[in-house]
Nanobody, 119 residues
Framework: QVQLVESGGGLVQAGGSLRLSCAAS????????MHWYRQAPGKQRELVAS???????NYADSVKGRFTLSRDNAKNTMHLQMNSLKPEDTAVYYC?????????????WGQGTQVTVSS
């Protein structure tokens, strides 16, 4: 129905940058909001950044000023530009799409992409 494909993770040194992308495909859905979550080993999954209607973005305090979220509505794709990366940013990053499917608000998740920041 809806598939999310993430890309862009990898290994980077502290202070470096990575750009994550999430592409949504399928039919019969209308995007409501899109989000990036992350989960570090032994920790709960946490919300990193969100983009809602009108392109309004929100960020976790821990990434404000370093991460930038953008969305290409025509391609149902969003990008997370991560700069000044820190070792504590190491986690599996998950794309989350909240979409209307047959008048029901539904959550979809990507498979996750590993981001590792070395000190």
């Amino acid at each position: 129905q809806v598939q999310l494909v993430e890309s862009g993770g990898g290994l980077v040194q502290a202070g470096g940058s990575l750009r994550l992308s999430c592409a949504a495909s399928g039919s019969g859905f209308i995007t409501d909001t899109m989000h990036w979550y992350r989960q570090a080993p032994g920790k709960q999954r946490e919300l990193v950044a969100s983009i809602i209607s009108g392109g309004i973005t929100n960020y976790a305090d821990s990434v404000k000023g370093r991460f930038t979220l953008s969305r290409d509505n025509a391609k149902n794709t969003m990008h997370l530009q991560m700069n000044s990366l820190k070792p504590e940013d190491t986690a599996v990053y998950y794309c989350n799409l909240v979409a209307w499917v047959a008048a029901t608000l539904t959550n979809f998740w990507g498979q996750g992409t590993q981001v590792t920041v070395s000190s």
